[in-house]
């Protein structure tokens, strides 16, 4: 009973994921969900509430793990002594980025989902959290710059923004255009050390 049970959830899914990632939320239909998992649909929310609840299965835990472990890099480096800290962030961000983008190739899927298909959900705003974390504790760099005598010379919020933004977009565009791992790391890293040279000669180091 508990494996016809669990074949009945995972066909669910799998129908749902396939769904998902032809039409996006918005425009995914239950009844196709359910058409195409060969299940009724009381069947389907038995296990599952709501269209959006479905969604909820199949990135929830990917989308709070990659946020989860992103918060804890750049926690991890404000927690460094002040003095350690300039020297030591090109490398400590380029290892979480590749980290996070062997997790992405792990979960393409999920990511497709996630990055092409989230409109209408609460997911759709991963790349705005990525950019908000990411301003924050770019502040928290300057005022450890300023600590240490170097102070960053004043950028403006909306240059800042579009420099960040523009890092996000390209860093997901190698799940976006399913790009061979290989390739994406090689990319990774000559994208990383252009906007790392951008930075350093924007905050005068």
Same mark, same amino acid.
């Given at each position: 009973?508990?494996?016809?049970?669990?074949?009945?959830?995972?066909?669910?899914?799998?129908?749902?994921?396939?769904?998902?990632?032809?039409?996006?939320?918005?425009?995914?239909?239950?009844?196709?969900?359910?058409?195409?998992?060969?299940?009724?649909?009381?069947?389907? =929310?038995?296990?599952?509430?709501? !269209?959006?609840?479905?969604?909820?299965?199949?990135?929830? @835990?990917?989308? #709070? %793990?990659? &946020?989860?472990?992103?918060?804890?890099?750049?926690?991890?480096?404000?927690?460094?002594?002040?003095?350690?800290?300039?020297?030591?962030?090109?490398?400590?961000?380029?290892?979480?980025?590749?980290?996070?983008?062997?997790?992405?190739?792990?979960?393409?899927?999920?990511?497709?989902?996630?990055?092409?298909?989230?409109?209408?959900?609460?997911?759709?705003?991963?790349?705005?959290?990525?950019?908000?974390?990411?301003?924050?504790?770019?502040?928290? =760099?300057?005022?450890?710059?300023? !600590?240490?005598?170097?102070?960053?010379?004043?950028?403006? @919020?909306?240059? #800042? %923004?579009? &420099?960040?933004?523009?890092?996000?977009?390209?860093?997901?565009?190698?799940?976006?255009?399913?790009?061979?791992?290989?390739?994406?790391?090689?990319?990774?890293?000559?994208?990383?050390?252009?906007?790392?040279?951008?930075?350093?000669?924007?905050?005068?180091?």
């Amino acid at each position: 009973m508990q494996s016809r049970m669990q074949n009945t959830q995972e066909k669910i899914l799998e129908a749902a994921r396939a769904e998902f990632l032809e039409k996006g939320f918005r425009a995914a239909s239950v009844r196709s969900i359910v058409k195409a998992a060969g299940v009724t649909t009381g069947a389907l =929310y038995g296990y599952y509430s709501s !269209k959006e609840a479905l969604f909820d299965a199949l990135v929830g @835990p990917c989308y #709070e %793990h990659f &946020l989860s472990a992103y918060r804890d890099a750049l926690d991890t480096f404000a927690q460094l002594p002040p003095e350690q800290q300039p020297e030591r962030m090109s490398t400590i961000s380029q290892t979480r980025l590749e980290e996070l983008l062997l997790y992405m190739f792990g979960h393409r899927e999920a990511f497709h989902l996630l990055l092409l298909c989230a409109d209408g959900t609460r997911y759709s705003t991963l790349k705005d959290e990525m950019v908000r974390l990411e301003i924050n504790a770019t502040h928290r =760099y300057y005022r450890v710059l300023e !600590k240490l005598g170097t102070p960053a010379p004043r950028i403006d @919020p909306r240059l #800042e %923004h579009i &420099l960040v933004t523009g890092l996000m977009n390209a860093y997901f565009e190698m799940i976006i255009h399913d790009m061979p791992l290989q390739d994406a790391q090689l990319y990774l890293q000559e994208l990383h050390s252009f906007y790392s040279a951008g930075w350093l000669k924007i905050m005068g180091q």
